[in-house]
């Protein structure tokens, strides 16, 4: 069964406080200190954090959430073993 927008009022999900200020300046310990979870750092960590979201999961379907779940880490494994022009340019030195 797909969770439909009101899921969060039906289940009386709470909201967190409001924030006033920039984010973007704050140190990781004030964000930690207000509960402002931070976005992924990488596809890798992104998809670990999805693998565990029972909300995808419902949401998917079990078997099209594994499948999905199954490519990302394959198509994250193939990535972080390419080597990048930047890093070419910027951690070899030259010649």
């Keep these: 069964m797909i969770p439909t927008p009101s899921e969060g009022l039906k289940n009386k999900y709470e909201l967190c406080e409001a924030v006033d200020k920039n984010i973007y300046e704050m140190s ?3 964000k930690e200190k207000l509960s402002i979870p931070t976005l992924p750092e990488s596809l890798g960590e992104a998809i670990e954090i999805t693998a565990r979201s029972k ?4 949401t998917l379907g079990e078997h099209t959430f594994e ?3 199954e490519i990302k880490r394959r198509e994250w494994d193939e ?3 390419q080597v990048t022009d930047y890093e070419i340019r910027t951690l070899l030195p030259e010649f």
């Design 28 to 30: 990781k310990e004030e």
């Design 55 to 58: 909300l995808m999961q419902k």
């Design 67 to 69: 499948r999905f779940i």
């Design 79 to 81: 990535y972080r073993k």
